[in-house]
């Protein structure tokens, strides 16, 4: 991990633990089946540099499968929720926006959002939508 600020942030039942450093490479929203949030929503992306994130604490807690937008997709074994996605030959880790709440406004200090871009950003950083 590199040197600067860091972030952390964990699964919904404390049993996953990401620390994250630097600023990520971009962030999005998405609507595909996997993104979507319990409640229907599109849901925020982040994406950071596969060096930017280490799992903290509770790497044997999770579960692995091929993710349907590309990547591959770790869910916590207790709560089921999405953690992280790999997307490997990239070099980009994507995470659920959720993970970092607190830290969320100052990790995108910087980050450009256009929502009209997404679509573009997505698939350049390897994200493909379901």
């Not at 937008?69 to 990239?90: N, S």
Request: some cysteine; glycine content about 16%.
């Amino acid at each position: 991990m590199s040197n600067g600020p860091f972030y952390q942030g964990e699964c919904g039942c404390g049993a996953v633990t990401l620390m994250v450093t630097g600023a990520p490479l971009g962030a999005a929203r998405c609507e595909c089946a996997d993104c979507r949030g319990a409640d229907g929503s599109a849901r925020g992306l982040l994406f950071w540099p596969e060096v930017s994130v280490q799992v903290a604490d509770g790497l044997d807690e999770l579960k692995g499968r091929r993710g349907s937008h590309g990547g591959d997709q770790l869910r916590c074994r207790r709560c089921a929720e999405w953690v992280l996605t790999v997307h490997e030959q990239a070099g980009i880790i994507e995470l659920p926006a959720g993970m970092l709440p607190e830290s969320l406004p100052e990790a995108l200090a910087g980050v450009n959002e256009a929502p009209s871009d997404d679509g573009a950003l997505l698939a350049r950083l390897g994200h493909r939508r379901g």
